[in-house]
Each structure stands twice: as C-alpha cells, then as structure tokens.
C-alpha cells in the first residue's frame, strides 16, 4: 500500500519537528495524537482508541508502540521498518504505560525532558494519570502545540488534497440537492452524500454528516433518529468531503417548498457575515479579527441573540471524534493566521423565537495575499 506522500515529506516533517523539541529544549516526544502520528509517519488507523504511542527522540528515528491489531496497519501504511514497531500484549492487569516506559529504557531514554500530547483523544485521562506517575524520573511538559502548530501550515501536496476534499464537498451537495424535496427521507438525503463521496474515492469524514429539519434544523450537533420531510420545511446539513483523511467542511440550510420573508432576511445576514469574515481572513492577522467581522455582522442585522461564539476553525487531516482542528475563530482568539492555513467558516444562526435556522459555510484557503473560497457553489438561497 503507497504512502500519501513522498518519504521526503515525512522527512521533512521529522526534521521540523525535531527543530522546534531542540528549541523547547525537549529530549523526547511522545506522540499520542492519531493525526500527528499521521502527519510524521503515515500510520493510519482508529486503533488509538486503545492506547498507542508514537516515541520521538529528538536526534533519532520514531518508535511506535500499539497493539497487536495495529502491526500491519504500521507496515502497510507508515514509514516505520519492522524493528521500530513495538506491541504490547492483551491481558488481564495489561497497563500499556508500564510497557512505554520499558521501551524507553530500552532505547535509553530513561531520562531527560519530555514533551507530551496531552490534548488529544488519543490518551485518556485513566492513561494519562498513570503516564504522568510513570514519568517521574522526566521533566514534563505539555507539548499538546508542537506539531499540532506545525500542521497548520499546508504543504503544496496538502493544498492539492484538500482541494480534492473540496470537490468531494460540492458534490455530496449536489447530490444532497437532488435528495432533497417535500416527503424526502433524511436517511436517503445522508445516503446520497456519504455515497457522492465514496464514489469520488473519499473517506468517512471525523465525525458523522449531520441533518436535521423541522426543529432539528436549529440543531448543529448529529443526533439519531430520521424524519420525512414537510411540505414547506427547513433542512441544516453540515458535512465534509474528505480525501486521505483531509477534510473541507461545508454547511447550508435548504429550504423546502417556500422560503418566508424571514428566512430570507436571515440568509441575506449570514451570507453578509461570512463574506465580511474571508475579507478579514489576512496573513499575519490574528484569529480573533475574524469572529470580530462574524459578530459584528450579525449583530448589527438584529441576530446577536441568536448567533454562537465561534465562527469556524482549522481544517486539516484529522479523527473522529470531530473534524475540527483547532484552534477556533473566537472573541480576541491572538492566533496570527499564515499563508497556507485552512479554515471552515460557519455562520450559524439559531433563532428559538421564531423556530427558524440559517447556516452557512465552506471551507478557505489563506493565500499570500487573502483568502480562496475552495467552494464551486454560489451562496444564493437554494429553495427545493
């Protein structure tokens, strides 16, 4: 099975991050995060789930320790040979911990400064505690950032992957559209999406398409149970194409039947907000003027009551359980945006008092001067 990049890439990856333990003062790293084990070695697997560890030394090669399960997963899909892949065994009493810590004894690591990923799914709090006793004899450090910060800035080949999940975005719409009218089944509306994206040789997206109409359009979280459709209705779709694990995220809410003057004047203020949000988008510019532009927006059209407090965040290759990779648009978020970024801008308004949603977005390339919209669909009110 090839490798989604050129070992020279991975290479690079190494190296960076290397650099930047050097300049933190870092001996080690250990690499819990999935899509950071992706970005340095190409291992791709859910396998995390149980407990998996990607060891970097900061002047030698990574070691991986995971399950049994996981063995060829690390030989078909990452640039780890055979003698850097390490297995602890399932038993009655197994801590994986205690197996960590014999590695790094083994490849004389006993001591020195470590830098751990601490956010992340990848090491649950029943791990993490006991890894934090267990590196007693280390300096700790949360280095949840470092490659995380190092992620953010898209290589060319990333660029072309995420445009790729963008076409596979545009046509889950597509076929979402064509899904969609009165006495439409939300089930076959999420069939003909996820399908549109399977079919375009994509891949599951890093958490589940959401949908819901009715009341459940006020809804931005996936929630199960499936309803037909009225014959005049509101639906909310947010969704992803993804393509070798690269996400580009999109959101709309489609309206069946006839759209009401207050539909409407809410699609004119979210559309109003998300162009004032890409004209914000600037390199060297902080996150934070960003949501600015979003709340200021929204605000001065009357929907400050119905608005959230964020307004999108980076995209990237990234598990489930979200799609998201941080950090958020938010209120004086001092995160200074480059060149290379790729962000997923939603406006988003919930509005209780009159039962209705509006919520618009797709994904942005950050270039050297601005920003691309990575979207082919205009952002006209669509009426089904």
């Known amino acids: 099975m090839p490798l989604h990049f050129p070992e020279s890439e991975y290479e690079s990856r190494i190296s960076a991050t290397q650099k930047e333990m050097r300049a933190r003062g870092l001996d080690l790293l250990l690499v819990f995060a999935p899509e950071s084990q992706y970005y340095l070695t190409g291992f791709d697997t859910f396998g995390f789930a149980l407990f998996q560890c990607l060891v970097l030394p900061v002047n030698a090669s990574p070691h991986l320790l995971t399950r049994a399960p996981d063995l060829r997963q690390a030989q078909q899909t990452s640039t780890l040979n055979d003698e850097h892949i390490h297995i602890w ?217 119905a608005r959230l407090n964020a307004c999108g965040y980076g995209m990237g290759a990234v598990y489930n359980p979200i799609w998201v990779e941080y950090p958020m648009f938010y209120e004086n978020n001092p995160t200074i945006m480059q060149a290379g970024n790729v962000f997923f801008l939603h406006m988003i308004i919930m509005d209780s008092d009159s039962g209705y949603a509006m919520c618009w977005g797709h994904s942005v390339l950050v270039t050297d001067n601005a920003v691309e919209r990575l979207s082919r669909h205009p952002l006209d009110l669509v009426v089904l």
């Open 89 to 305: 065994i399932d038993r009655e009493g197994v801590e994986p911990v205690a197996d960590l810590i014999r590695l790094l004894t083994d490849l004389g690591l006993s001591c020195g400064h470590v830098g751990v990923e601490l956010q992340t799914v990848g090491l649950n709090a029943w791990n993490g505690a006991r890894l934090t006793n267990a590196l007693s004899a280390y300096k700790q450090h949360d280095a949840s950032d470092l490659v995380q910060g190092l992620r953010r800035v898209k290589s060319p080949l990333e660029i072309d992957y995420t445009r790729k999940a963008a076409t596979l975005s545009d046509a889950a719409l597509d076929a979402g559209m064509a899904a969609t009218s009165a006495g439409a089944f939300e089930g076959d509306i999420l069939a003909e999406m996820q399908g549109a994206v399977f079919r375009g040789g994509g891949d599951y997206a890093g958490n589940e398409f959401i949908i819901g109409s009715g009341t459940g359009a006020l809804l931005c979280r996936y929630f199960s149970g499936r309803r037909a459709l009225d014959p005049v209705d509101q639906l909310t779709l947010e969704w992803a194409g993804t393509w070798r694990r690269y996400h580009a995220a999109m959101m709309r809410t489609l309206i069946v039947g006839q759209a009401s003057d207050k539909q409407i004047a809410m699609h004119t203020a979210v559309t109003a907000a998300l162009e004032a949000c890409e004209a914000a988008i600037k390199p060297g510019k902080p996150m934070g003027d960003v949501y600015a532009a979003h709340a200021q927006t929204l605000d001065e059209l009357g929907y400050g009551h």
